[in-house]
């Protein structure tokens, strides 16, 4: 089962910052957050991961809370082509697959 | 094209009937993964082979599902006796050994299955 908590669907406006939460409550000292998103009719795409530090791409910015019990995947300047669906995924380095959930599915509106 | 390929992309068959997907990883990805997507939710993981071997299958593999990857490269996902309950995107991802450990999965667009 999933051990992160997303909200079903957000809006953002287009050029705006899109800010997407994910509560992982249970997370383990050891466990990475992961995201991912999944464009309709597509495979999922990797976008960014972290432990405990926030992190940067060119897609996206990742802000973990110091407890590390949430996160927050920010997409600086969205664009239509990223409506989507975003996933957060916790996940212990190594061999074990990727579990995902239900996502929150991002509408980016002109 | 240098990503993940599936074949065929879309397969409706009729009940009881074998279906057979292949996906041609990323060259020398030594990873590959099956996942199955029903509509509304998320990817489901299914199995996957480090090389040739397969080192793990969900409880959602029935015994009607069998996977290979006899050569360590493309992999073969077969369903036997179909049923309605299998229509769905079944998707296969691959990774090198650094992009497993790091959570970095390729995944294909996937073969969608309707089963009448």
């Known amino acids: 089962d999933a051990k992160t908590t997303q909200p079903p669907s957000m809006d953002c406006a287009e050029g705006r910052a899109a800010n997407l939460p994910c509560n992982h409550s249970?997370?383990?000292?050891?466990?990475?957050v992961y995201w991912y998103r999944q464009i309709h009719s597509q495979g999922p795409q990797y976008i960014i991961h972290?432990?405990?530090n926030n992190e940067t791409n060119e897609m996206a910015s990742l802000i973990i809370t110091e407890d590390r019990k949430s996160s927050t995947l920010i997409l600086p300047h969205a664009t239509l082509r990223d409506t989507a669906v975003y996933y957060c995924i916790v996940r212990y380095p190594g061999n074990t697959p990727l579990v995902f959930g239900k996502g929150t599915r991002l509408s980016v509106i002109a | 094209d240098t990503g993940v390929s599936q074949d065929p992309r879309h397969k409706i068959t009729k009940r009881g009937q074998n279906v057979t997907f292949r996906c041609d990883p990323i060259s020398e990805h030594n990873r590959l993964y099956w996942y199955r997507q029903t509509l509304g939710q998320g990817p489901e993981f299914l199995t996957y082979?480090?090389?040739?071997?397969?080192?793990?299958k969900s409880r959602l593999l029935s015994d009607r599902f069998s996977a290979e990857r006899p050569k360590g490269s493309f992999s073969t996902l077969e369903i036997q006796r179909t049923e309605q309950g299998d229509s769905a995107m079944y998707l296969c991802a691959s990774s090198g050994l650094a992009g497993a450990n790091t959570g970095e999965l390729f995944f294909g667009e996937g073969s969608r299955l309707t089963v009448l």
């Open positions: 082979f480090q090389n040739e071997a397969q080192l793990e």
């Open positions: 972290g432990l405990k």
């Open positions: 249970t997370i383990s000292g050891n466990e990475y």
